[in-house]
């Protein structure tokens, strides 16, 4: 089972950029599907990107395409979230998980908040 600490959240203004790591645990991590997820005050928690074991397979939410950069380095145990062009409608915790899909498994960390201003 593959644990996950999320960091390098902060604030931002929009058109700029943040980079989240993931740091996971769990001898399972270099062969599990990763994701990222994030929830938006008062709203449910929604798919973001995912990348498969070795990176070469990537999926991003519509709202994201073009726009942020899921990669992983399974030596460093770390996924990460390169986030561009930021919009205020990408405030949110943001969380990492392996996943199945689009769906997350497991239980989910203490998450990464990101904030972005107008």
């Known amino acids: 089972q593959v644990q996950a600490v999320e960091s390098g959240g902060g604030s931002a203004q929009a058109g700029g950029s943040l980079r989240l790591s993931c740091a996971a645990s769990g001898r399972t991590f270099s062969m599990s599907a990763m994701g990222w997820f994030r929830q938006a005050p008062g709203k449910a928690r929604d798919f973001v990107a995912a990348?498969?074991?070795?990176?070469?397979?990537?999926n991003y939410a519509d709202s994201v395409k073009g726009r942020f950069t899921i990669s992983r380095d399974n030596a460093k145990n770390t996924v990460y979230l390169q986030m561009n062009s930021l919009k205020p409608e990408d405030t949110a915790v943001y969380y990492c998980?392996?996943?199945?899909?689009?769906?997350?498994?497991?239980?989910w960390g203490q998450g990464t908040q990101v904030i972005v201003s107008p």
């Open positions: 990348i498969n074991w070795s990176g070469s397979i990537v």
């Open positions: 998980a392996a996943v199945s899909g689009t769906t997350a498994l497991g239980s």
